[in-house]
Nanobody, 118 residues
Framework: QVQLVESGGGLVQAGGSLRLSCAASGSIGSINVMGWYRQAPGKQRELVAIIVSGGSTSYADSVKGRFTISRDSTKNTVFLQMNSLKPEDTAVYYC????????????WGQGTQVTVSS
Protein backbone atom coordinates (compact mmCIF):
# COMPACT_ATOMS: atom_id res chain seq x y z
CA GLN A 1 0.00 0.00 0.00
CA VAL A 2 1.39 3.37 -1.04
CA GLN A 3 0.48 6.58 0.76
CA LEU A 4 1.22 10.22 0.01
CA VAL A 5 1.05 12.57 2.99
CA GLU A 6 1.12 16.32 2.44
CA SER A 7 1.91 19.08 4.91
CA GLY A 8 2.66 22.78 4.95
CA GLY A 9 -0.56 24.44 3.84
CA GLY A 10 -2.12 27.33 5.65
CA LEU A 11 -3.20 30.95 5.56
CA VAL A 12 -0.81 33.62 4.31
CA GLN A 13 -1.05 37.22 3.17
CA ALA A 14 -0.52 38.16 -0.45
CA GLY A 15 3.19 38.42 -1.18
CA GLY A 16 4.03 35.83 1.43
CA SER A 17 5.54 32.36 1.13
CA LEU A 18 4.65 28.79 2.00
CA ARG A 19 6.45 25.49 1.56
CA LEU A 20 4.50 22.32 0.90
CA SER A 21 5.91 18.85 1.48
CA CYS A 22 4.70 15.45 0.34
CA ALA A 23 6.19 12.19 1.54
CA ALA A 24 5.52 8.87 -0.15
CA SER A 25 5.60 5.72 1.94
CA GLY A 26 4.81 2.05 1.55
CA SER A 27 5.87 -0.60 -0.91
CA ILE A 28 7.62 1.66 -3.39
CA GLY A 29 9.71 0.26 -6.18
CA SER A 30 10.59 3.50 -7.91
CA ILE A 31 9.03 6.94 -8.32
CA ASN A 32 9.02 8.16 -11.88
CA VAL A 33 7.28 11.51 -11.52
CA MET A 34 6.13 13.62 -8.58
CA GLY A 35 4.08 16.72 -8.85
CA TRP A 36 1.62 19.19 -7.42
CA TYR A 37 -1.87 19.99 -8.64
CA ARG A 38 -4.41 22.41 -7.26
CA GLN A 39 -8.14 22.84 -7.31
CA ALA A 40 -9.89 26.08 -6.51
CA PRO A 41 -13.61 26.17 -5.63
CA GLY A 42 -15.74 25.73 -8.73
CA LYS A 43 -12.74 25.03 -10.94
CA GLN A 44 -11.11 21.94 -12.39
CA ARG A 45 -7.97 20.48 -10.89
CA GLU A 46 -4.92 21.88 -12.67
CA LEU A 47 -1.25 21.04 -12.87
CA VAL A 48 1.05 23.33 -10.89
CA ALA A 49 4.47 21.71 -11.25
CA ILE A 50 6.08 18.34 -11.84
CA ILE A 51 9.56 16.88 -11.42
CA VAL A 52 10.72 13.70 -13.11
CA SER A 53 13.21 11.18 -11.82
CA GLY A 54 16.06 12.75 -13.78
CA GLY A 55 15.40 16.11 -12.16
CA SER A 56 13.73 17.97 -15.01
CA THR A 57 10.89 20.23 -13.97
CA SER A 58 7.87 21.82 -15.59
CA TYR A 59 5.57 24.57 -14.33
CA ALA A 60 2.21 26.07 -15.13
CA ASP A 61 2.63 29.50 -16.71
CA SER A 62 0.74 31.08 -13.82
CA VAL A 63 3.39 30.05 -11.27
CA LYS A 64 6.62 30.30 -13.26
CA GLY A 65 9.19 32.41 -11.47
CA ARG A 66 7.29 32.22 -8.17
CA PHE A 67 7.09 28.50 -7.35
CA THR A 68 9.91 25.97 -7.21
CA ILE A 69 9.48 22.21 -7.10
CA SER A 70 12.24 20.04 -5.70
CA ARG A 71 12.70 16.48 -4.57
CA ASP A 72 14.60 14.48 -1.99
CA SER A 73 14.80 11.07 -3.62
CA THR A 74 16.41 9.51 -0.56
CA LYS A 75 13.25 10.29 1.42
CA ASN A 76 10.71 9.91 -1.40
CA THR A 77 9.64 13.47 -0.71
CA VAL A 78 8.69 16.33 -2.99
CA PHE A 79 8.54 19.99 -2.02
CA LEU A 80 6.83 23.05 -3.45
CA GLN A 81 8.28 26.38 -2.43
CA MET A 82 5.70 29.06 -3.12
CA ASN A 83 6.82 32.69 -3.08
CA SER A 84 5.06 35.93 -3.96
CA LEU A 85 1.72 34.28 -3.34
CA LYS A 86 -1.39 35.82 -4.83
CA PRO A 87 -5.05 35.46 -3.81
CA GLU A 88 -5.63 33.51 -7.02
CA ASP A 89 -3.25 30.84 -5.71
CA THR A 90 -5.87 29.95 -3.12
CA ALA A 91 -6.82 26.30 -3.61
CA VAL A 92 -6.50 22.80 -2.25
CA TYR A 93 -3.09 21.54 -3.31
CA TYR A 94 -2.70 17.85 -4.09
CA CYS A 95 0.46 15.82 -4.34
CA UNK A 96 0.65 13.25 -7.13
CA UNK A 97 3.19 10.56 -7.85
CA UNK A 98 3.66 7.99 -10.58
CA UNK A 99 5.00 5.02 -8.66
CA UNK A 100 6.14 1.59 -9.73
CA UNK A 101 5.32 -1.24 -7.34
CA UNK A 102 4.00 -4.44 -8.90
CA UNK A 103 2.66 -2.20 -11.64
CA UNK A 104 3.01 1.51 -12.31
CA UNK A 105 0.12 3.74 -11.33
CA UNK A 106 -0.74 7.22 -10.16
CA UNK A 107 -1.27 8.02 -6.50
CA TRP A 108 -2.80 11.10 -4.87
CA GLY A 109 -2.43 12.72 -1.49
CA GLN A 110 -5.37 13.91 0.57
CA GLY A 111 -4.82 17.57 -0.24
CA THR A 112 -3.75 20.57 1.80
CA GLN A 113 -5.51 23.93 1.84
CA VAL A 114 -3.61 27.05 0.83
CA THR A 115 -5.40 30.34 1.41
CA VAL A 116 -3.89 33.66 0.34
CA SER A 117 -5.57 36.76 1.71
CA SER A 118 -5.45 40.12 -0.05
Amino acid sequence: QVQLVESGGGLVQAGGSLRLSCAASGSIGSINVMGWYRQAPGKQRELVAIIVSGGSTSYADSVKGRFTISRDSTKNTVFLQMNSLKPEDTAVYYCNALIATISTRSYWGQGTQVTVSS
